[in-house]
């Protein structure tokens, strides 16, 4: 949630599913889909690997994000819970571990 006060986006809900992460995220339009990727791939890793240094030693001091990604956008022709949903519907065992659904105007 620091990442919501150095950056104008906004953690809607974050989630797991087996061996990935979900993050529905509220952003500016002057943040491209890659910088707020980017961002939170970077943040986060350096975060994990600094409070759990065993996990860089696992890794072989490798990435701990891969280099893909889906992204979805919320616009005209859909809407936060049209793409909520269908996160929900890619795995077995999805698990929300955060969610703050009051939108922010930035």
Not at 36 to 44: A, E
Request: charge should be positive; proline fraction near 2%.
């Amino acid at each position: 949630m620091e990442i919501e006060k150095r950056y104008q986006m906004k953690f809607l809900e974050i989630g797991t599913d087996q061996d990935h992460v979900h993050f529905l995220v509220q952003s500016v339009p002057t943040y491209s889909v890659t910088r707020t990727v980017s961002i939170i791939k970077s943040i986060t890793a350096r975060e994990i690997f600094k409070r759990c240094p065993q996990v860089k030693k696992q890794l072989w001091g490798g990435e701990f994000w891969t280099d893909g990604y889906f992204a979805g956008s919320v616009g005209k022709h859909g809407n936060e819970k049209t793409i909520a949903n269908y996160v929900k519907q890619q795995g077995d065992t999805y698990h929300k571990l955060y969610e703050d659904r009051q939108l922010m105007l930035f």
